[in-house]
């Protein structure tokens, strides 16, 4: 079975201050893709920073950065310099393309940042 | 780019009624998906359709759900004899598919349904 675990349901973080999401997933494919998602209260879910499984590189996002260890099956988010408008549920999601076009999300974790 | 969009917003009806939603993907998208959302819980799939042709559906989707994307354009989803458990918000999603491209889904703002 697929599946996405993101173990912090709730996350704070002082303005300004650096904060890491964490996820895990389950796969026994080589080949796969990586996302973050955002959704802020009542609006809809945007994309955050994606990263390919075959790139050993991070990707990186203006203040959005990841820690991809694909040995781990981890791939944890980092927001730097948080800010108000960062305050939403993230969602952390998968793709296999050999298994089928399915997004598999996780159940989220909700952060608030604090003035 | 005018993005993905949803209707209605809101949707309230009696347990036992039909409901039928609809969705705009980005028009250059040829990928478009259904989810269900509940409260405190990540998107769960419910079915994807590449074009016309509805190519996956959740196992766990009843059959009183049923999609279709006539001419690869916009997307409905009803549910038949609405139930309380399907109190749920609906996404929708696109994306356009290239084989070398990892391309992510835009989703549009939901319909939220509540069955009383």
């Known amino acids: 079975a697929q599946t996405v675990t993101q173990s912090q349901p709730e996350m704070s973080v002082q303005e300004a201050e650096t904060v890491t999401l964490s996820c895990t997933y389950d796969?026994?494919?080589?080949?796969?893709?990586l996302f973050w998602y955002k959704q802020p209260p009542s609006r809809q879910m945007i994309l955050v920073i994606r990263?390919?499984?075959?790139?050993?590189q991070n990707a990186t996002e203006n203040r959005f950065s990841v820690n991809f260890q694909k040995a781990a099956k981890s791939f944890s988010l980092k927001i730097s310099d948080s800010q108000l408008g960062d305050a939403a549920m993230y969602f952390c999601a998968y793709r296999v393309p050999n298994t089928g076009n399915q997004f598999y999300f996780g159940t989220g974790t909700s952060l608030t940042v604090i003035p | 780019d005018t993005g993905v969009s949803q209707n209605p917003r809101h949707k309230i009806t009696k347990r036992g009624q039909n409901v039928t939603f609809r969705c705009d993907p980005i028009s250059e998208h040829n990928r478009l998906y259904w989810y269900r959302q509940t409260l405190g819980q990540g998107p769960e799939f419910l079915t994807y359709f590449q074009n016309e042709a509805q190519l996956e559906k959740s196992r766990l989707l009843s059959d009183r759900f049923s999609a279709e994307r006539p001419k690869g354009s916009f997307s409905t989803l009803e549910i038949q004899r609405t139930e309380q458990g399907d109190s749920a918000m609906y996404l929708c999603?696109?994306?356009?598919?290239?084989?070398?491209?990892?391309?992510?889904?835009?989703f549009g703002n939901g319909t939220r349904l509540t069955v009383t």
């Open positions: 796969t026994s494919e080589s080949d796969y893709y």
């Open positions: 990263q390919e499984a075959y790139k050993q």
């Open positions: 999603a696109s994306r356009r598919d290239r084989s070398s491209y990892n391309s992510p889904l835009h």
